[in-house]
Each structure stands twice: as C-alpha cells, then as structure tokens.
C-alpha cells in the first residue's frame, strides 16, 4: 500500500518570504499523480498544484512550484512571495494512475503560519 | 460553475444516535468520493461511487456506515449507531468519469463537522 509522510508539522515563514513544504511517499507504482492541496480553517480542501509523475518538468501555478525527485520519491512544495491568505493546513496527496485505484493516500499535514 | 455542495456544516449528537450527511457533486462529475478527515490527520477514504456503483469501499466500517447513491447523482453518507470515535469531518469530493482522460483531480466539498458526545 502506498504512504505519504510529511515530516514538518507545522512551519512558519515572514510574509513575502519563501518557504518550502517536505513530502515523501512510498509506492512501488511507476505512474501516479501527486498532488498539493490546500485546507484553510473553512475546510474546504482546496487543489493547489498536481504532478504527473511520468512528466520530469516539475509543476507551476502562479507563486506555487513543486520540486519532483521521482528516484527520491520526494514531492515539496514551494511558496514564493508568501501572502496571509496562503496560512492553512498544507496535504500532499497520491493517486495511482491504476485503473479502480482512485482513492487519494493523504499525508498527516503541515500547518503553515505566516507572520506579518 | 457551482461546487461540491454538502449539508449540514456542522452536526453534534449523542452516542447511539443516528445521523446522515448529504451531498450533490459537480454537475457531469460521475465519479464521488466520501472521506473522513479525524482532528490533526488527513483525510481517509470512505467509499468511492462511479455513477450508483461502489468501486470501493474496503475501509467503509460496514456495521454502522452506510451510503448511497441511488440516481447516480447526490449522495447520503450514514452512520447508526454512532461512536464518539466517529467524531470528525466528513468531506464529499467528486471527479469526472474513470477512464474520461479527466479523472485525475478530486474537488471537494466544504465537509461536515460531526461531533459526538
């Protein structure tokens, strides 16, 4: 079965700083995604960025970027330019690209603070 | 476009009680997920729904959940009787079709927050 493990439980950075999000996951697969999703105190989880893990260019959106190690099996998250809305609760997530295996394997989770 | 909607927000109840959760995916989205999300972990799937059939519900504790999804559209998530072990959020998310090319990404729902005391 797969694992996702993120080892920093909570984090903090200055606004406008950079700041970077550990994940590491376990899988004997060759081809899933991976995801980042975001859960502010609403709830909602909310998707911040995925990886295609048969693509080597590591995944953009806007201040968001991932470095994708797929021999490591490492899959963080930086944050450029931080701002107060992006403090939340931070998942990585895995999804096997297997037919009937849709589910989504959750790490524990990071809870990022920004300090103004 | 609209988004996963679920009701109520928040639910407290008694143990033994009986309590059940609804939720109207994505309109076009077939494929519906149920997670439970326990305070300070990640979410864990539930069961997962193609259209009214299950694909998956291995870690469904079956002796007191239930779930449907009868028309293929909204679904009803139900626990009787509740444990105060059951008290988390219960999060909705739905994806298009498996097999569609746009499966890959799940868009969840504001979730439930179930307390039971």
């Known amino acids: 079965a797969q694992t996702v493990t993120q080892s920093q439980p909570e984090m903090s950075v200055q606004e406008a700083e950079t700041v970077t999000l550990s994940c590491t996951y376990d899988t004997s697969e060759s081809d899933y995604y991976l995801f980042w999703y975001k859960q502010p105190p609403s709830r909602q989880m909310i998707l911040v960025i995925r990886?295609?893990?048969?693509?080597?260019q590591n995944a953009t959106e806007n201040r968001f970027s991932v470095n994708f190690q797929k021999a490591a099996k490492s899959f963080s998250l930086k944050i450029s330019d931080s701002q107060l809305g992006d403090a939340a609760m931070y998942f990585c997530a895995y999804r096997s690209r297997l037919q009937g295996a849709q589910k989504l394997v959750f790490g524990q989770g990071t809870r990022l603070t920004i300090n103004p | 476009e609209a988004g996963v909607a679920q009701s109520p927000r928040y639910k407290i109840i008694e143990k033994r009680q009986s309590v059940a959760f609804w939720c109207n995916p994505i309109s076009g989205h077939a494929t519906l997920y149920w997670y439970q999300q326990i305070l300070g972990q990640g979410p864990k799937l539930l069961i997962q729904f193609q259209n009214n059939g299950v694909v998956d519900d291995s870690q469904l504790p079956k002796d007191r959940f239930s779930a449907e999804r009868l028309k293929g559209v909204d679904s009803t998530l139900k626990i009787q009787p509740a444990k105060l072990e059951d008290s988390a959020v219960y999060l909705c998310a739905s994806s298009f079709p498996l097999g569609s090319g746009r499966a890959d990404t799940q868009y969840f729902g504001p979730g439930t927050r179930l307390t039971v005391l």
């Open positions: 990886q295609e893990a048969y693509k080597q």
